[in-house]
């Protein structure tokens, strides 16, 4: 065909697409569908209890006539066997049901590191999820995205032993949600193709910095430590077992550091 009239099809389907967002009320997935719709595409929420992609209910009516679909469902579960079998089986249900509705397009949220390490618990799942993916049949986009910045008193939280906060001796790039929300609209609309997309915050610096900062904010006392021995989420890493090994796409928002940029 006329490479002219391809180009402006394209152009103008990238003003206008359908895209269903599973999680679309959770903290990325609200701020996924704002975004694109202040874009102004049709987007559909995805989420229990109209739609149960754990149990594969309402799948098919929400994937009808979508150009791509988002998934950033979650769940905070700790046990490796079963959130595993939750990634795994959201994912397949949503990949089934994008197959038969002839949707062009999966994008999914995960984390940076998770293909380099010995994955467990809540990462075991992400790992998992990964792999589901890119087995599902269906071109796809992993968007990977460092630690969140908001979540950085509850990683104090995970980390505290008889009152102090025994971090690893690891390096973190923290992001904010907005940050990653951002990115996950903009690979939904610009496809990148079937490729990994990573982001992080503009800030590198040792975890124990940034959980230092985020409890002196809360004006919260205790102490941190780096301890060597300390896991998170119960893997050991490398200092930059968290950080990206390659390219990432740079967040706006910074943490202010202090003594960083």
Excluded: C, W
Excluded at 79 to 101: C, H, K, Y
């Amino acid at each position: 065909g006329n490479p002219m009239t391809i180009a402006a099809q394209s152009q103008s389907k990238e003003h206008e697409m359908k895209i269903v967002v599973f999680g679309g009320t959770g903290r990325i997935g609200s701020q996924v569908v704002d975004l694109l719709r202040e874009e102004g595409h049709e987007v559909v929420v995805a989420a229990v209890p109209e739609v149960d992609a754990l149990k594969g209910t309402g799948i098919a009516a929400a994937l009808a006539g979508a150009d791509v679909a988002v998934d950033v469902t979650n769940a905070m579960i700790f046990d490796e066997e079963e959130i595993v079998s939750f990634f795994t089986t959201t994912s397949r249900n949503i990949l089934q049901g994008e197959i038969m509705a002839g949707v062009g397009r999966h994008v999914v949220l995960s984390i940076v590191g998770v293909d380099r390490m010995n994955a467990t618990s809540y990462l075991a799942g992400k790992v998992a999820q990964e792999r589901t993916v890119a087995e599902g049949g269906v071109p796809y986009t992993i968007v990977r995205a460092t630690q969140f910045q908001e979540f950085l008193p509850g990683i104090a939280d995970m980390s505290t032993v008889d009152g102090v906060v025994r971090v690893p001796p690891i390096l973190l790039q923290p992001t904010a949600a907005i940050d990653v929300a951002r990115t996950v609209a903009d690979v939904a609309v610009h496809d990148p193709g079937t490729t990994v997309v990573e982001v992080a915050g503009p800030e590198r610096a040792r975890m124990s910095e940034f959980i230092e900062e985020a409890l002196r904010r809360a004006d919260d006392e205790r102490t941190v430590v780096e301890d060597p021995e300390a896991l998170y989420s119960g893997v050991f890493l490398p200092e930059d077992g968290l950080v990206p090994a390659g390219d990432a796409r740079i967040g706006e928002i910074s943490f202010h550091l202090r003594g960083q940029s």
